[in-house]
């Protein structure tokens, strides 16, 4: 193991430039076969540290980065701050999660949901009937449901016009 500022790593990647904020540090560099008949190797991707405070601070985070079609230089396509930001093709990202031209997609059974702690608190998804569903409170009550039809039931599970609205009470 080696020791680096009283933590013990296995390896630790040293770098003697760069104290600027933002600057890069070492990374490490993935290389492969450029194609069978050939020796050379070419770049596929890396992932850099880099130094989010400016001269004679601590502070910094990783950038991943991979090789575009081409010769082009390495492309970032991900990077972690020090407050535990990720920013997907946004290098400065806002939030836990911030993604830049792009979407999320969750595969069917997986949502969204807002907690407070181990409590849930809201969460929406789209079920096996490709209905969109929205649930509050910590039982999870069904809220708003859009139905493959288009149809938008409020306090119903079950809409049967472009507007149903039910109140229980």
Excluded: M
């Excluded at 760069?18 to 008949?37: L, R």
């Excluded at 792009?102 to 009937?129: F, K, P, V």
């Excluded at 306090?155 to 039910?166: I, K």
């Amino acid at each position: 193991a080696t020791e680096y500022y009283g933590q013990d790593f296995g390896l630790v990647i040293k770098h003697q430039s760069g104290s600027g904020a933002n600057d890069e540090g070492n990374g490490i560099c993935f290389v492969q076969k450029w194609y069978d008949q050939s020796g050379d190797l070419v770049r596929t991707g890396a992932i850099v540290g880099y130094k989010q405070s400016g001269n004679g601070s601590f502070g910094g985070g990783l950038i991943f980065k991979t090789q575009q079609n081409g010769a082009s230089p390495l492309g970032e396509v991900l990077r972690l701050t020090q407050e535990g930001n990720v920013g997907i093709n946004k290098a400065s990202p806002r939030e836990k999660l911030d993604v830049t031209a792009g979407r999320i997609i969750l595969d069917q059974g997986y949502q969204l949901t807002w907690a407070n702690g181990t409590t849930n608190r809201a969460r929406i998804y789209g079920d096996s009937g490709s209905n969109f569903i929205v649930e509050n409170g910590s039982s999870n009550t069904e809220r708003l449901r859009i139905d493959d039809d288009g149809n938008v039931g409020i306090g119903t599970d079950n809409p049967v016009a472009r507007l149903h609205v039910h109140n229980s009470g």
